[in-house]
C-alpha cells in the first residue's frame, strides 16, 4: 500500500476545488484510491472558474485564457470527453491614439505587414526571434513536465536528470547557453531591445515578463517569464492561446466530471478552517460548521501560506520552516475587471471584429509601463495600467446574449499592499474599476455607455474571495528564486510538506501557475509513487 | 488575408477556376482552368505569362554595393558587370542556406536582388562599414515572367528593347508599350525566357498596360496566362531547387538536420571561396575541404517498377499530372534510409518520373541505383530510381 492509506472513509481529503485540486483528485481516483474534494464556494474552479454575475452573461471571473494546461491531462483523463473544448485566440491587438494600433494575426504573411508600418526590420526579424524563442523554451518545458530537478541530492535518478538537463543545454551550442543566461538575468526590455527596434511591438510583447509579479518590464530578470509565453501548446501547435467554451470555468469543471467519472466525492460549500494534526501527522480536516473528516492523507491546493500558516498552523512547524513561508513573495500586483456590454467595443481605424479575435493589450510604450509599476511601488494602484483584454463572446457567442458581449480585463498594477493598508481596498475599488474603464474607453469611444454591468477584482477580493494570499493569482511569484527546486521552500519542492501524511499539489509548487494542472498531476503521481516512505525532504 | 498583385484585375479576371493560394503574403493563382496541362504546354511550346510578384525583391544602390553583396552572398558580385544577372544563394556564419536568388547590376551602384523569404533585415544587419543603402521593392514592383519558346517574338513585338542582345542572363532597361520596365532574360522554367519588372503606382497602372500588351502580342503565339502549377512541373524539369520545399532557410530549422549548405544543394558552382571574406565563408571552406555528407541529385523513377506495383492490385499506374512535394523517403539496395526525395513531377516532355533528392554523397554518381517509396492501394512499396544529372531538361534555346 502507498503513502495514501486506508483510514477512516477516505485514502485522501483535498482542500480546495480549483483545477489543481480537481487534477489531482481525478489521478487519485484512477488508482483506485477514494477521494473527497472540500470546496469552501458554492461553484467549483477556484481561481479557474465561471460565474453567471449579470443574467445572462458567463464571466470567466480570474484566469481568462488556456495555453500552458498539460496535454498529457487532458488525455489521460480524457477531458474532451468530459467537456473540456478550447477555442483558440488568433489575433494580439495592441491598440494605439490616433493610429489604428498593431495587429498580430496568425497569418505571418500580414502580421509581417502589420509590424512593416511600424519596422519592416522588426517584420522579418520576428519569426528569428520566435525560432530562438522556441528553442529555448522547448529545453524549458523539460522542466514543466516532470518534478523538479534536485541538485543537492545523491541520487543516482537525480544525478542521471541533471547530467541530461545539462548536455541538452550543451546541445544548444555557446549562442544557445549564451541566450539562456541573458535570459535568466535580464530585464525583459533590455533583452527584447538586442532584438528588436520598435517600441509598438516591445512594449506588448515585453509585459509577458511581469504578468502577476510585482516587477517592472525593465526589473533584471523579467526576461526569463518572456518564455512561458513560447510554452503555450494547444494540441500540439505550440505557442498557441485559446479560450475555454463557456469560460475557464469548463477545464475546472471538466477535470471535476473526470475525477467523478472515476469515482471521487466532490463537494462544495464544505470550508475547512484547519487540518487537523497530532504528534507531527495529519489526521483529518476540520470544517467551518465544525465537521470533522478524517482521511489518511490530506492535500492541501491552497498557496503555502494558507496551508501551513493558516490551514495547519505554525505550532505544528519548526520555526526554520515557518520563516521560509512567511519569506516566500506572494505580493499580488494584479487585479481584475470584467464588463457586460450591450455592443462591441469600437477601435477607431478599425472595422468588423476580426481583430478583436484574441487578445487587446493596451501597453502603448515601455515609459508607460515603467510608469505605471512607478506607481505601484509607492502603494498605489496604476491610474493608467498595463490592461490585457479579452471579449471571448466574439469566439464563444454562449457565454453572453446575441449581440451582446463579455470582456475580460486583466489589469496591472493593483499592489495587494496599498498605502492606505491592504484593508482599505473595498473603499478605492471603485477607483480602481474607473480607472481601468477610462484607459479603456480612450482607445475605446462609446465603451462606458455600452457597459450594463462591471465587477472589479482588487487583489483584497482575490484574497477573500478565492483564498489567494495577498491576490496573487499564481500561489507566489513566478521569479526564478521561487522556482523549480525552491518552490514553494528549498527542500520541499516534492509535493510533501513537514508534516507527515500532508502533501501539496496547488501553483505554490512547481512548476507553478498558469493554469497548467501540472502541480495537480505531479503530486498525485508523487503520492502514488511514496510507497508509504515517512515523509521527510 | 493574402494582398492582391498588381496585375490582380487581369489574372482575377482570367481565372476561372477559383484556384488559387497564398504565396508569400499574395494571392497566387494555381491554375487559371481546372486542369493546369494546357499552361504546362503553353510554356514548353508557346508561351506562358506568369504573375511573379510576389517574389521578395531589394534595392541595393551605393558606391559599396557590390562589395557589400559579395560580403553577404557566396558569389564574387564585384566581378558582375553592369546588365548582368547571376544566380546564388547566401548563407549563415556556418555555411547554412539561408536563402536562394538573382542579382542584377542594374548600374554601376544599384543593384536588384530577389529572394524567396524576406531578407531586408538579415542584409541590414550586415552592412556596418558599407556606403549601402537597401530599399524593399516588393510593394511597388510587380514581375511577370514571360516564358516559353515563343517569349521573344511576343517581347519583339510590345518593346523597343534590343531583344536580340538581350542574351541569357542578362537585364536592360526598356520601353513597353510606352511603360518603363526592366527586362531580364532570366526565369524558373528552364527555358527561353524573360522577366518583366514594372512600377506598381498609377491608376491605369502601368502594371495592367504592361500585362494587357503582352496578352493582346501573345495572342498570335499561343500565349496562355500559367499559374504557379504549371510552373512548378517546369522547374522540376529545369531541375531549380525551392526554398521551404527543397530545403529549409537556416533560419527556420529548430534542428541542425534540416539545415542545408550549399554544397548539399547542388549550388557548390556558386560558391567563391577564394576571395575577400564573406558570410560563411570558413565553414564552406571547411567543408569544402572535408567532404560534404549529402548530395542533391536528380532521380529517374522506374517506369517499369510503377507499373508492376499497380499491376499487382490490377491497376494502371496512377500518376499525378501536378508536381509533387511532400517528401519521400530514399533507400539503398538494403532498404538502410539513405536521404529523400523533396519534390518530383512526371515530365510529360521527357516522358519520365522525375524527383529532386537530397542523398549521402556515397550515392550520388550518376547511374547509382536507389530505391524511392511509393505507396500504392495505401500500402508502401519500394521501387527502383536511377540518380540522374540536373537539369533533366535543357534544351539548347535556354541559353539562346
Not at chain 1, 48 to 58: C, D, H, K, N, S
Not at chain 1, 134 to 163: F, G, Q
Not at chain 2, 176 to 195: C, M, N, Q
Amino acid at each position: 500500500m502507498t503513502a495514501i492509506r486506508k483510514s477512516g472513509r477516505y485514502d485522501a481529503v483535498i482542500v480546495g476545488g480549483g483545477h489543481n485540486g480537481l487534477v489531482c483528485a481525478a489521478y487519485l481516483a484512477r488508482a483506485g484510491r477514494k477521494v473527497l474534494v472540500l470546496e469552501r464556494r458554492h461553484v467549483l474552479g477556484g481561481a479557474a472558474v465561471t460565474e453567471e454575475l449579470y443574467p445572462g452573461f458567463q464571466f470567466s471571473v480570474c484566469s481568462y485564457v488556456v495555453s500552458l494546461f498539460r496535454p498529457s491531462i487532458i488525455r489521460e483523463l480524457e477531458l474532451a470527453r468530459h467537456g473540456l473544448e478550447i477555442i483558440p485566440l488568433e489575433t494580439a491587438f495592441t491598440p494605439r491614439l490616433g493610429d489604428r494600433g498593431l495587429c498580430r494575426w496568425s497569418d505571418p504573411a500580414r502580421t509581417r505587414r502589420e509590424i512593416s508600418r511600424f519596422s519592416p526590420r522588426d517584420a522579418e526579424i520576428h519569426p528569428e526571434f520566435s525560432l530562438a524563442m522556441t528553442k529555448m523554451a522547448r529545453y524549458v518545458r523539460n522542466l514543466i513536465d516532470s518534478p523538479a530537478p534536485d541538485p543537492t541530492s545523491w541520487n543516482p535518478v537525480e544525478l542521471w536528470r541533471l547530467l541530461r538537463l545539462g548536455r541538452e543545454l550543451q546541445r544548444q551550442g555557446s549562442d544557445g547557453v549564451a541566450m539562456h543566461l541573458r535570459l535568466l538575468t535580464m530585464s525583459a526590455v533590455d533583452f527584447l531591445d538586442r532584438w528588436f527596434e520598435s517600441e509598438v511591438l516591445k512594449a506588448p510583447m515585453s509585459v509577458s515578463g511581469i504578468i502577476g509579479t510585482f516587477l517592472g518590464v525593465r526589473s533584471p530578470g523579467t526576461a526569463y517569464v518572456l518564455l512561458h509565453h513560447y510554452m503555450g501548446e494547444i494540441d500540439g501547435a505550440f505557442r498557441s492561446w485559446g479560450y475555454s467554451k463557456g469560460g475557464t470555468g469548463g477545464v475546472s469543471l471538466a477535470c471535476a466530471r473526470a475525477a467523478e467519472s472515476f469515482g471521487a466525492e466532490i463537494r462544495t460549500e464544505s470550508a475547512v478552517e484547519r487540518i487537523r494534526v497530532a504528534a507531527g501527522r495529519a489526521t483529518g480536516v476540520v470544517l467551518a460548521n465544525g465537521d470533522e473528516i478524517e482521511a489518511g492523507t490530506i492535500v492541501s491546493s491552497c498557496d503555502p501560506r494558507l496551508t501551513f500558516l493558516g490551514l495547519v498552523g505554525s505550532k505544528h512547524l519548526d520555526g526554520d520552516f515557518v520563516r521560509q513561508i512567511e519569506r516566500y513573495k506572494l505580493r499580488g500586483s494584479s487585479g481584475k475587471v470584467n464588463l457586460a456590454v450591450d455592443r462591441l467595443p469600437r477601435f477607431p481605424g478599425r472595422e468588423g471584429s476580426d481583430f478583436l479575435r484574441g487578445d487587446i493589450a493596451i501597453a502603448p510604450g515601455i515609459d508607460y509601463l515603467e510608469r505605471a509599476y512607478d506607481q505601484a511601488k509607492y502603494g498605489e494602484f496604476s491610474e493608467r495600467p498595463y490592461i490585457n483584454a479579452v471579449i471571448p463572446s466574439i469566439m464563444d457567442p454562449s457565454v453572453a446574449p446575441p449581440g451582446q458581449h463579455v470582456i475580460s480585463m486583466f489589469v496591472q498594477y493593483a499592489p495587494y499592499d496599498i498605502k492606505e493598508g491592504a484593508d482599505n481596498w473595498p473603499a478605492k475599488r471603485e477607483a480602481f474599476g474607473d480607472a481601468v474603464v477610462d484607459t479603456l474607453a480612450e482607445y475605446c469611444p462609446g465603451l462606458k455607455e455600452s457597459i450594463l454591468y462591471r465587477q472589479v477584482l482588487t487583489p483584497w477580493d482575490m484574497e477573500q474571495e478565492f483564498g489567494l494570499s495577498e491576490g496573487n493569482i499564481f500561489h507566489g511569484e513566478l521569479s526564478l528564486e521561487q522556482l523549480l527546486f525552491q518552490r514553494p521552500a528549498a527542500g520541499w519542492a516534492r509535493y510533501r510538506t513537514p508534516i507527515r501524511n500532508l502533501w501539496m499539489c496547488g501553483s505554490g509548487t512547481h512548476p507553478g501557475g498558469g493554469l497548467m494542472g501540472a502541480p495537480g498531476q505531479l503530486a498525485a503521481q508523487a503520492m502514488l509513487n511514496s510507497n508509504g516512505k515517512p515523509s521527510s525532504g | 488575408m493574402p494582398l492582391p498583385s498588381p496585375f490582380h484585375s487581369r489574372t482575377s479576371a482570367r481565372c476561372r477556376s477559383l484556384l488559387w493560394k497564398d504565396w508569400a503574403g499574395y494571392h497566387a493563382v494555381r491554375s487559371y482552368r481546372s486542369c493546369h496541362e494546357p499552361e504546362y504546354f503553353a510554356l514548353r511550346h508557346a508561351a506562358g505569362l506568369i504573375d511573379v510578384t510576389p517574389l521578395f525583391k531589394y534595392e541595393v544602390r551605393g558606391p559599396d554595393a557590390a562589395a557589400f553583396l559579395a560580403h553577404v552572398t557566396v558569389r564574387d558580385i564585384t566581378r558582375l558587370s553592369v546588365g548582368r544577372v547571376t544566380y546564388l544563394c547566401w548563407c549563415d556564419g556556418e555555411g547554412k542556406v539561408v536563402d536562394d536568388g538573382t542579382v542584377a547590376r542594374l548600374d554601376e551602384e544599384h543593384f536588384r536582388v530577389t529572394a524567396a523569404e524576406p531578407t531586408l533585415s538579415w542584409f541590414e544587419r550586415r552592412t556596418r562599414g558599407y556606403r549601402v543603402t537597401i530599399e524593399d521593392s516588393t510593394p511597388r514592383l510587380g514581375a511577370l515572367a514571360l516564358q516559353g519558346p515563343n517569349s521573344r517574338e511576343i517581347l519583339r513585338r510590345t518593346t523597343d528593347a534590343d531583344i536580340d542582345a538581350l542574351k541569357f542572363f542578362r537585364v536592360a532597361q526598356a520601353r513597353l508599350d510606352g511603360v518603363e520596365v526592366f527586362i531580364s532574360r532570366t526565369g524558373y522554367t528552364g527555358d527561353l525566357g524573360y522577366e518583366i519588372w514594372v512600377e506598381a503606382a498609377g491608376s491605369l497602372t502601368g502594371a495592367e498596360r504592361v500585362y494587357d500588351a503582352l496578352e493582346d502580342a501573345g495572342r498570335s503565339f499561343g500565349l496562355l496566362p500559367a499559374g504557379l502549377d504549371a510552373m512548378d512541373v517546369t522547374r522540376v524539369e529545369a531541375g531549380f531547387i525551392m526554398n521551404g520545399v527543397d530545403y529549409f532557410s537556416a533560419h527556420h530549422c529548430l534542428t541542425e538536420m534540416r539545415k542545408s549548405s550549399p554544397y548539399e544543394l547542388g549550388l557548390g558552382w556558386t560558391v567563391k571561396l577564394e576571395r575577400d571574406p564573406f558570410v560563411g565563408q570558413a565553414a564552406l571552406e571547411r567543408e569544402k575541404r572535408a567532404g560534404s555528407r549529402r548530395a542533391f541529385v536528380g532521380l529517374d523513377v522506374s517506369w517499369a517498377d510503377l507499373e508492376r506495383v499497380f499491376a499487382g492490385y490490377g491497376l494502371p499506374p496512377e500518376l499525378s499530372s501536378t508536381a509533387w512535394r511532400d517528401g519521400r523517403p530514399v533507400y539503398d539496395h538494403d532498404g538502410r534510409w539513405i536521404g529523400q526525395a523533396t519534390s518530383g513531377a512526371w515530365s510529360p516532355t521527357l516522358k519520365k518520373n522525375l524527383a529532386l533528392a537530397q542523398l549521402e554523397s556515397a550515392f550520388a554518381t550518376p547511374g547509382e541505383a536507389v530505391e524511392i517509396e511509393l505507396t500504392a492501394e495505401y500500402r508502401r512499396h519500394r521501387i527502383a530510381a536511377t540518380v540522374i544529372r540536373a537539369p533533366f531538361f535543357n534544351p539548347p534555346r535556354k541559353r539562346a
